[in-house]
């Protein structure tokens, strides 16, 4: 057991949430994350959660993901000094992870030179996966990379 996870302790689950509409929604991001172990804490009327939360709401299109999301980058900068070896980063599905393969690679990437793991709750046939440092992502990154297109279908179609 390493440092801060004895009993009582922060037990080494975080969480990113992305708000955003080709997402689950924040509520239900925020549930999957507590049923897995993420606690909520507040100090005061200040949130200490291990939680990092990201609204991208009202983002439509990118080629620079990493820079709208700026409390994941903030959080994975800070996890790299901090090197929090064996916590694990829970995403609700594949597509919180990154909007393309490219920078759900990015993160898992990031998070694995933190010496993090990464935990994602719904993979196929609601499935969860937890990646650690090493893995192949060839077939998680496809997962994202279909995600991706079926979400950009959808908004395309509901345009038209």
Known sequence: MSEGKEEG?????????TVHPSLPSKTEQVARAR????????????DISALILDDVS??????NWMAKLEARAAFID??????????????ATPLCVGFSAKLAEQTVRGLWEAGMQVYVHSVRDNGAALYVDGDDLT??????Q???????QRRFRARS
């Open 9 to 17: 302790h922060f037990n080494g689950k975080w969480a990113v949430v």
């Open 35 to 46: 049923a897995w172990g993420v606690t909520e804490s507040m100090l005061g009327r200040d």
């Open 58 to 63: 009202k983002v439509k299109r990118t080629t």
């Open 78 to 91: 800070a996890m790299r000094l901090l090197r929090p070896e064996g916590d694990t980063v829970f995403f």
């Open 139 to 144: 077939e998680f990154l496809e997962m994202v």
């Open 146 to 152: 279909l995600a991706a297109n079926a979400a950009y």
